[in-house]
C-alpha cells in the first residue's frame, strides 16, 4: 500500500467547522450568505410528495378493467377531497348504483385500464432543516441547503446513538476516570448534555432519559447495556435515527474505558455553555462519526486551527491504542519500522513502536492506533 | 484487438470499494504466470473522485516491483516490445461505489420473481429487494419501498410467455407510479430491463417508455419448466457499464483504456468458477468473505448460484454476524473461557474500528470463530437460493417413490461437492493455512471427500474478466499461482453414541490408521502429491457409498496435507458441556497445528 491512512478521531478547542444542511430532496433555500444564524433557525423548507393509496376501481364497481373508463367522474391530475365521487355505476334505472367515494383528500396520480386499479396521493409534506449550530451562512447550495460555518470546540466520539440535540454542557463525573452512577443524575440535569466519565451502565442511562436530559457523553458503555437501552441488538453501524430520548455520544469504545484526558477537560471547561450534538455515527466507506459541537465567536482567525486529518503517522505523535491487549491506552511513538515484523498470531505486519504514559514501551500492528488529533 | 495467440503481457485491475488491484500475467515457459502484483486505494470518492488515479498508483507499484515500463503517462503501452517494455491488453473489473445495486420484480414470489433475483445475483449484484404480485404488501407499500430504496437498475420480469398478462401490467404500474430516481445524478433515467412474458412488452412498454430507459429481453422464464437467465445476466453486465459506472467518477475514461468491458466485481468470479466447474467437470463451492458481504457461489448439477449476504463480513459487518447468528453459536467455537460481556465489547469495538487486526492468539480465535459463523450463514442463505425450479410438476415413476426429489430443494450437496474455494482477508491471510482450512471445514461441514483451496491473493476477479478474452491464460495462472490447494477432507457422515466410539480405518501407502469418533487427524501428503487411500467406515458410518462400505480413492494433498475429520456429521455438534467443549477444540487445534503455543 502507498501508506497506511490511520485518521483519528477529531478533538479540538479551536476548529473552523462547517456543516452542511441539506434537503433530502430539491426545495427552497430561506437564508443568504452571510446571514447569521442561530441553531435552531430553518435554513431550507421543501415538501415531499404525498404517500401513495391504491383502490381497485373494477373490483369495487363490479366492471372488466377496460371498462373503469365510462364511470370515472375524475381524471388523472385532479385534485380530490375526501369523499368526493370518483366513480359511479348508473345502476338500474337510477337505484342500485355503486358509488367510490375518494378515501383521501389528494390527487388522482393514475387510472389503468389494464387492471382497474387507482393511485391516489396524499397532499405534499413539508419538511424544514434548521441551522445546527450558531454560525454564518457560508454557501448556498442552490435549491438544496447551505454550509453553515462555525469557530469553537470540535470533539468526535466513536459511536452514537440518537439525532442531533442541543443543550447546555453539565459535568456529572469527578474525572475522566469516574464511574458515573444513577445518583449522579438529578433533576437539575433537565436539557443538558451531561459529560461522564469512564462508563455508564443502562439503568443511569435510563434516568438520565427520565429526568430529560439531552445528551450524555461518556468514554465507554458495554454492549449488553446498549442492547438493553435499544431493546436490540446493532447489526451494522449505521445510528441517528433511534428515538430513545436521549443521544448518547461514546468517545472511546465499548467497556469500561477512562475518557482522554483532554476530551474529559475541554469538555469540562465549556460548562454552562450551549453545544450542538449528534450521535449519528456510520462505519461505512465515508465514515460518520459522532460529534460534540461548542461555538465560540470570540475565537481570533489566527488561534484557529482547521481540521486536516491527510497526514500520516510521524515519530513524536501522540496515539490511542484500539486494539487488545493494549486497548485504551495512550502514548507516544518511538519507532516506525518500515519492515514487516512478525507479531505474536505469527501475521507479518508493519508495525510500531509506542511509550506508553507509564513510561513503558510496546510494539504493535500499525493498524491497531489512531492519532489523536489536536 | 490482439488476437488471442498472440498475447503475451496482460494487466488486470480490480477496483474495489478500499483497495484498486493489479496484476501482470506475462506468457513464460511454462505458460501465463502472474509475475507481480500492485495496489493503491481506491480513488473514487472525494478528494479525487476519478477511480483511474488508483488504477494508475496500482500500475504504478506493478511498474517499479516487474521492472518494466508499462504507462506513458496515461496511457498503456501497447504493443508488448520486449520483457522490459508494453503490454498487449489491459482488462478491469468494479465494485467500488457500492456495487451493482438492483431491485427485481415478478408476479410469484417463488418462481419468476426468484429466477429474476438468480439472474441479478448471478449478474453480480446486490438484490436490494425482491417484488412480487403476491408477497403480501400492499401496492402503494411497494411504491414507496422503490422510492426509498433508489436502485441503479430494476430487473421486471413476470408471466411465463403466454401467461399472465395484467399481473405483469400492474408491476410496470408500480414502477411508473414510484418514478424512482436513480443513485447516482439526476441526469438520466433509470434502466428497467423487462424479461418477462413476451405478450406483456407492449404494455410495459406503454407504462414505462416514458418514464425509464426501458430494455427489452428474452423472457427469462419462458415456460416454468426452465429458465433462461443469460439475455438478462447479459443486459444487466451492459448497463452496469453504460448506465451504472458511467455515473460514477472517471468511469468513463477507464472504459476508454480498457481492451474490453469493465464487469463487475462477482460477476467476473461467478464467471471464473463457472468455467473452472465446466473445465474439470466438477462441483464447486466459492465463497468470498469480505468486511461488509460475502459471496457464495456455487456448481451443482452443472448449474451456477450466486448469492450475496450483503450484511455478513469481517470489519462493517462484523456486529451484524453476532446478531445474525446469536452470541452463544459465536462463542461455541471459542477454544478457551471468555465471559459473553467481554465477547460482546470485542466484537463491537472490531464494529467501530473496523481497520484494526488480532494481536493476540486469543483475540485471532475470537475473530476465526466469528469467520465460521459468518461462513455458515452465507452458506444457509445461498442454499435457499440455490434450489431446483419451484413449481415444476414433476412425472414420477415408481421408482422415484424411493427417491423424491422435490420441487424447490436445494442443489447444495456436501456429499457430492468436489471441492471449496475459500477468498477474503480472514481466509487468504490467515497466519497459518490450517487455520482456513479448518475455518471451512466448520462453516461449510463438507461430507466424504473435498479438497479445500484457497484463493491466494484474490485475484479470481481479474482472471474472471480475463476467461471472458483468453480462457487459456485464465485458467493457467488460476491453476499455477492463484488457488492455493490446502488438501483434501476426508469426513463420513453419521454418529456415534459417544465420543470415542470406532468410526473410521484407513489405509493407504502400507499403513494403516483408526480415527475414532468425536477425532481429527492430519496425514501428510504435499502439493501436488496424490495418493490411493482405501477409508473403511463403521457400520453407522457412510463415506458415499452407504454405510459401513469401504471407498477406495485417489486423494490430492496441499499445503495442509490429509484432514480426517470424523466428528460426526447429520447434525455435527459440539458438546454441550462448557469444560469438554473446550477441552475438544483445544484437541483439534492440538492435533491440526492450528495455532502456535502460547508461551
Known amino acids: ?374 | 484487438m490482439i488476437k488471442p495467440e498472440e498475447i503475451k503481457s496482460i494487466v488486470a485491475t480490480d477496483c474495489g470499494s478500499t483497495t484498486t488491484k493489479a496484476i501482470l500475467i506475462e506468457k513464460k515457459e511454462d505458460g501465463y504466470r502472474l509475475i507481480v502484483r500492485g495496489e493503491a486505494p481506491t480513488t473514487v470518492e472525494a478528494p479525487f473522485e476519478d477511480v483511474t488515479r488508483g488504477v494508475l498508483n496500482a500500475v504504478t507499484e506493478v511498474e517499479e516491483l516487474a521492472n518494466k515500463e508499462i504507462l506513458d503517462g496515461e496511457n498503456f503501452i501497447k504493443p508488448y516490445k520486449d520483457k522490459n517494455h508494453g503490454i498487449d491488453i489491459y482488462i478491469s473489473t468494479s465494485s467500488a461505489g457500492g456495487g451493482l445495486q438492483m431491485m427485481v420484480a415478478g408476479v410469484v414470489k417463488t418462481m419468476t420473481a426468484e429466477s429474476a433475483a438468480r439472474a441479478a445475483l448471478g449478474a453480480g449484484a446486490i438484490v436490494m429487494d425482491t417484488i412480487a404480485s403476491n408477497d403480501g404488501r400492499q401496492m402503494h407499500e411497494k411504491i414507496e419501498r422503490i422510492r426509498t430504496l433508489r436502485p441503479d437498475m430494476i430487473l421486471l420480469s413476470g408471466g411465463v410467455d403466454g401467461g399472465t398478462i395484467s399481473h405483469v401490467a400492474e408491476l410496470s404500474e408500480i414502477i411508473a407510479a414510484a418514478d424512482p430516481k436513480p443513485r447516482f445524478g439526476s441526469t438520466y433515467k433509470l434502466p428497467v430491463i423487462f424479461a418477462g412474458n413476451k405478450d406483456a412488452r407492449e404494455i410495459v412498454k406503454n407504462n414505462l417508455g416514458e418514464k425509464t430507459d426501458l430494455f427489452i429481453v428474452e423472457n427469462l422464464r419462458p415456460v416454468l419448466e426452465r429458465e433462461n437467465l443469460k439475455p438478462a445476466r447479459d443486459k444487466i453486465h451492459d448497463l452496469f457499464m453504460e448506465h451504472v459506472m458511467a455515473q460514477a467518477p472517471g468511469y468513463k475514461k477507464l472504459m476508454s483504456w480498457t481492451d474490453v468491458s469493465i464487469m463487475p466485481t462477482p460477476g467476473a468470479v461467478g464467471l471464473l468458477i463457472e468455467k473452472i466447474a465446466k473445465k474439470n467437470g466438477i462441483e464447486v463451492l466459492g465463497v468470498d468473505i469480505g468486511g461488509a458481504t460475502t459471496d457464495v457461489f456455487s456448481v451443482f448439477q452443472e448449474i451456477f448460484n450466486r448469492t450475496v449476504s450483503a450484511n455478513l463480513g469481517m470489519s462493517y459487518s462484523i456486529s451484524n454476524v453476532m446478531a445474525s447468528s446469536g452470541i452463544k453459536n459465536i462463542m461455541r467455537w471459542i477454544p478457551f473461557h471468555m465471559d459473553e460481556k467481554e465477547v460482546r465489547n470485542r466484537i463491537k469495538n472490531k464494529m467501530i474500528r473496523p481497520t484494526t487486526i488480532p494481536q493476540t492468539i486469543e483475540d485471532l480465535q475470537l475473530e476465526q470463530a466469528i469467520a465460521r459463523e459468518a461462513l455458515r450463514l452465507a452458506l444457509e442463505q445461498h442454499k435457499t437460493m440455490a434450489v431446483s425450479l419451484k413449481g415444476v410438476q414433476q412425472e414420477r415413476t415408481i421408482s422415484d417413490t424411493f427417491n423424491q426429489t422435490q420441487s424447490g430443494a436445494t442443489l447444495v450437496n456436501m456429499e457430492t461437492l468436489n471441492m471449496i474455494v475459500g477468498s477474503g482477508g480472514v481466509l487468504s491471510h490467515a497466519p497459518r493455512r490450517v487455520q482456513s482450512a479448518f475455518m471451512m471445514i466448520d462453516a461449510f461441514l463438507p461430507e466424504g471427500f473435498t479438497m479445500l483451496t484457497v484463493d491466494s491473493i484474490f485475484m479470481m476477479p481479474q482472471l474472471g474478466v480475463l476467461s471472458q478474452v483468453h480462457e487459456q491464460a485464465a485458467t493457467e495462472v488460476f491453476d499455477k499461482d492463484c488457488l492455493i490447494r490446502l488438501g483434501t477432507c476426508i469426513a463420513p457422515i453419521g454418529n456415534a453414541k459417544k465420543y470415542g466410539s470406532s468410526c473410521i480405518t484407513v489405509s493407504f501407502n502400507g499403513n494403516t490408521k483408526e480415527v475414532k469418533y468425536g477425532e481429527m487427524a492430519l496425514i501428510p501428503l504435499g502439493v501436488g502429491e496424490k495418493m490411493k487411500i482405501k477409508v473403511k467406515p463403521e457400520k453407522n458410518f457412510d463415506m458415499g457409498e452407504g454405510n459401513g462400505k469401504e471407498v477406495t480413492k485417489e486423494v490430492e494433498g496441499g499445503v495442509v496435507g490429509l484432514i480426517i475429520d470424523a466428528r460426526g456429521r447429520r447434525p455435527f455438534t459440539l458438546p454441550e458441556d462448557n469444560k469438554l467443549r473446550v477441552e475438544k477444540l483445544t484437541e483439534w487445534n492440538k492435533v491440526l497445528g492450528t495455532y502456535p503455543e502460547i508461551k
Open chain 1, 1 to 374: 500500500m502507498a501508506h497506511a491512512f490511520t485518521p483519528g478521531l477529531k478533538v479540538s478547542e479551536k476548529a473552523v467547522i462547517y456543516k452542511e444542511r441539506r434537503l433530502p430532496l430539491k426545495g427552497e433555500v430561506v437564508v443568504k450568505i452571510g446571514d447569521k444564524v442561530k441553531a435552531d433557525d430553518i435554513v431550507a423548507k421543501t415538501a415531499i410528495p404525498g404517500d401513495v393509496e391504491t383502490l381497485n376501481i373494477a373490483g369495487r364497481l363490479g366492471v372488466s378493467p377496460e371498462d373503469v373508463k365510462e364511470f370515472l367522474k375524475v381524471k388523472v391530475g385532479q385534485e380530490v377531497n375526501k369523499d368526493d365521487v370518483i366513480a359511479e355505476t348508473n345502476g338500474f334505472f337510477g337505484l342500485f348504483k355503486t358509488v367510490i367515494k375518494s378515501p383521501i383528500t389528494g390527487s388522482i396520480e393514475n387510472i389503468s385500464g389494464i387492471t382497474g386499479q387507482m393511485i391516489l396521493r396524499h397532499p405534499p409534506k413539508p419538511i424544514e432543516i434548521d441551522a445546527y449550530i450558531d454560525g454564518y451562512v457560508t454557501e448556498i447550495i442552490e435549491n438544496e441547503g447551505v454550509k453553515v460555518q462555525t469557530k469553537g470546540t470540535f470533539v468526535q466520539g466513536i459511536f452514537g446513538i440518537g439525532g442531533e440535540a442541543r443543550g447546555e454542557i453539565m459535568r456529572i463525573a469527578k474525572s475522566n476516570d469516574s464511574v458515573i452512577t444513577e445518583n449522579d443524575i438529578t433533576s437539575n440535569c433537565k436539557g443538558k448534555v451531561l459529560i461522564a466519565g469512564a462508563f455508564i451502565d443502562v439503568k443511569t442511562l435510563r434516568k438520565a432519559v427520565s429526568v430529560g436530559a439531552k445528551g450524555i457523553v461518556v468514554g465507554g458503555i458495554d454492549d449488553r447495556d446498549i442492547k438493553e437501552f435499544l431493546g436490540y441488538d446493532i447489526g451494522v453501524a449505521i445510528t441517528g435515527s433511534e428515538k430513545k430520548g436521549i443521544t448518547l455520544i461514546v468517545t472511546e469504545g465499548f467497556g469500561q474505558m477512562s475518557m482522554a484526558k483532554r476530551t474529559f477537560e475541554i469538555l469540562s471547561s465549556h460548562e454552562g455553555e450551549v453545544a450542538s450534538i449528534n450521535g449519528a455515527t456510520q462505519i461505512r466507506a465515508g465514515v460518520l462519526r459522532p460529534e460534540v459541537i461548542i461555538p465560540n465567536f470570540n475565537l481570533k482567525d489566527e488561534d484557529l486551527s482547521s481540521v486536516d486529518s491527510s497526514s500520516g503517522i510521524k515519530v513524536g505523535h501522540n496515539v490511542r491504542i484500539i486494539r487488545a491487549p493494549y486497548f485504551g491506552l495512550i502514548g507516544k511513538v518511538t519507532k516506525l519500522p518500515p519492515e514487516l515484523e512478525k507479531i505474536e498470531t505469527e501475521a507479518k505486519v508493519r508495525i510500531l513502536e509506542v511509550e506508553l504514559n507509564d513510561g513503558r514501551k510496546i510494539t504493535l500492528p500499525r493498524a491497531n492506533i489512531e492519532l489523536i488529533e489536536e
